[in-house]
Structure formats: C-alpha cells, structure tokens
C-alpha cells in the first residue's frame, strides 16, 4: 500500500508543478518522454528564475515568456497578410 501512495503522490506532483494533465499516450515510451520533457522545462524555468533573480511565481514567468515570444513573433510576422495571401 505504502508504495501505491508514493505513485500517487509522485503523479500529483506531476499535476501541480509539471502541467501534464493527461498523458498522450498509453505506450511506456511515450509517457516517459513526455515526462522528462516536463521535468526538462520545469528545470530550464527554475535555473531561467534563480539566474534572473526573479522574484514571482513560475506561472508568471511562464506568461511573461509566452508575451515576450508572442510580441517580437507579432512586430516581426504580419499575421494578416499571411492569412490573406492566398
């Protein structure tokens, strides 16, 4: 039973910190690399945080990196031109 527990706590961490709400797959393979790819991106923000001496969540980082992306992505690529070229 004791071990049951550990596998639920561990997917619960899983939940809360790494953002996988359900997995892709149900192959091994799959499931691991999504894992370790959450686990890799968890990592990446927490060292990005500490180097940057961030001082909120790993939530608001995450949405000031999206926004940053997301306007240099907008300034430089004309959605709308794009979209009616064809």
Not at 12 to 38: D, P
Not at 57 to 83: A, D, N, P
Request: glycine content about 2%; proline content about 0%.
């Amino acid at each position: 039973m004791k071990k049951r527990w550990e596998i639920e706590l561990f997917f619960k961490w899983i939940k809360q910190h790494l953002k996988i709400k359900r997995f892709f797959g149900q192959n091994r393979n799959v499931v691991l690399i999504q894992i370790y790819s959450a686990l890799i991106l968890f990592l990446i923000l927490k060292v990005i945080k500490k180097e940057v001496k961030f001082k909120g969540t790993l939530l608001k980082l995450i949405q000031k990196i999206k926004y940053s992306i997301f306007s240099c992505v907008k300034r430089t690529f004309s959605w709308y031109i794009w979209l009616n070229s064809h």
